[in-house]
């Protein structure tokens, strides 16, 4: 069992920056693990952001936050980093931690991930 806990979310101005952070609780992010960013807004579905491999460092977007958006691990730190710059109104959301437990699977799609934080709220106001 993988327990993540995020931090960092809050209330920023549209153009701002945010970092998140996210590291499993009493345990450590394996080797093979894929760790993923999601976000859900209020009447819509979760969706990816981003996603890490957590040894090789190879990293996906959502075609969204592309270019404005950079996911990052810190091995030492068994931590996760999202970090959010040129933000948007329509960056607001709950932004949840995500791992697919191992076997270096890449997914888009909340159903394939195992683990779960329990989530921050970004709000950018215009």
């Known amino acids: 069992q993988v327990q993540l806990v995020e931090s960092g979310g809050g209330l920023v101005q549209a153009g701002g920056s945010l970092r998140l952070s996210c590291a499993p609780s009493g345990g450590r992010i394996e080797s093979t693990y894929v760790m993923a960013w999601f976000r859900q807004a209020p009447g819509k579905e979760r969706e990816f952001v981003a996603a890490?491999?957590?040894?090789?460092?190879?990293?996906s977007y959502a075609v969204s936050v592309k270019g404005r958006f950079t996911i990052s691990r810190d091995n030492a730190k068994n931590t996760v980093y999202l970090q959010m710059n040129s933000l948007k109104p329509e960056d607001t959301a709950v932004y949840y931690c995500a791992t697919t437990g191992g076997g270096s699977i890449w997914s888009v799609t909340p159903g394939n991930y195992r683990y779960w934080g329990q989530g921050t709220q970004v709000t950018v106001s215009s």
């Open positions: 890490v491999h957590w040894r090789f460092g190879s990293t």
